[in-house]
């Protein structure tokens, strides 16, 4: 990988970040990858309009501070668990983990379908964990998405534009623009969601939220360091809508932190750190 990464550094705190942030307008809405299109039935979640006198006031220690953003052409996080990715601030092409680990060699095929999933190996034994839990509590936690290379993504939302150009805007991420790319992302399933949509086989839809998986995700997912990306009225900031299936790891202190602070963590990201250049 690219040797120019900048070595972390004391953080300092722009404040001011968030006006920007919220007064810059997102490209038009979109919603996740392929895999992840609404059914023609979904509903979109009102938009909350964020303000400044609505967002809590923050005080990061040092353990939470966000890494500083790399140059524009070479938005490559590494090891960074915080790093910003948007519809808006994407990652560069030549960025893929390094400690990616198929989830397959380490979950029951109940859980990962036989999917060759992958994942960065940071996030594998909390996972792991959380997966055991939910079981033990009667629960049924499926694994739908992992990790996904910028060239996947590529593929997808050429798919997308050739089939469905109108649409595609919205059933998919541009290349670079997925938080998937990360490699400490997650999409899980629950066996329930069928059945309320009322359509067979669906997989993902904004019902995820009313499913037994989804409830306990919701309650309990941050304990494992696992934080919901898109919660209702993330689009302005994200230009992701509501997306209760798709969590992301950040480890267990950022993820209680956004949960105490009722915060996703783009919107947490704008609030403490200079917003990211735009490659
Ligand atoms: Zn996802």
């Known amino acids: 990988m690219e040797a120019t990464f900048?070595?972390?550094?004391?953080?300092?705190?722009v404040p001011t970040g968030l006006a920007t942030a919220v007064s810059t307008p997102l490209p038009t809405p979109k919603n996740n990858v392929a895999a992840e299109l609404p059914p023609p039935t979904i509903t979109p979640q009102p938009i909350a309009t964020t303000t400044v006198t609505q967002l809590p006031t923050s005080t990061p220690t040092a353990t939470l501070t966000p890494t500083p953003i790399s140059p524009c052409s070479k938005r490559i996080p590494q090891d960074d668990l915080f790093t910003i990715v948007t519809q808006t601030y994407g990652l560069s092409r030549e960025y893929a983990p390094q400690d990616l680990v198929l989830l397959t060699d380490y979950l029951p095929v109940d859980v990962t379908l036989g999917f060759p999933t992958e994942l960065r190996q940071i996030a594998l034994q909390p996972l792991i964990q959380m997966i055991a839990d939910m079981q033990s509590a009667g629960l049924q936690p499926r694994i739908l998405s992992g990790y996904r290379s910028y060239a996947a993504q590529a593929i997808s939302w050429d798919k997308w534009n050739r089939?469905?150009?109108?649409?595609?805007?919205?059933?998919?991420?541009?290349?670079?623009?997925?938080?998937?790319?990360?490699?400490?992302?997650?999409?899980?399933?629950?066996?329930?969601?069928?059945?309320?949509?009322?359509?067979?086989?669906?997989?993902?839809?904004?019902?995820?939220?009313?499913?037994?998986?989804?409830?306990?995700?919701?309650?309990?997912?941050?304990?494992?360091?696992?934080?919901?990306?898109?919660?209702?009225?993330?689009?302005?900031?994200?230009?992701?809508?509501?997306?209760?299936?798709?969590?992301?790891?950040?480890g267990e202190e950022m993820a209680t932190l956004l949960l105490d602070l009722e915060m996703y963590l783009t919107e947490y990201q704008l609030l403490n750190q200079p917003e990211p250049c735009i490659p």
């Not at 900048?6 to 705190?13: D, G, H, I, S």
């Not at 938080?179 to 399933?189: A, S």
């Not at 494992?224 to 689009?235: E, K, N």
């Open 163 to 250: 089939e469905e150009p109108e649409r595609a805007a919205i059933l998919s991420a541009r290349p670079g623009h997925s938080e998937h790319q990360l490699g400490t992302t997650v999409d899980f399933g629950s066996p329930e969601l069928a059945g309320i949509v009322g359509i067979p086989d669906i997989q993902f839809h904004t019902y995820f939220y009313q499913t037994s998986e989804g409830v306990w995700l919701a309650q309990n997912a941050h304990r494992y360091g696992f934080t919901l990306s898109y919660p209702r009225g993330a689009l302005e900031m994200t230009g992701f809508y509501y997306e209760p299936w798709h969590f992301r790891y950040v």
């Open 6 to 13: 900048n070595p972390p550094q004391l953080p300092t705190f």
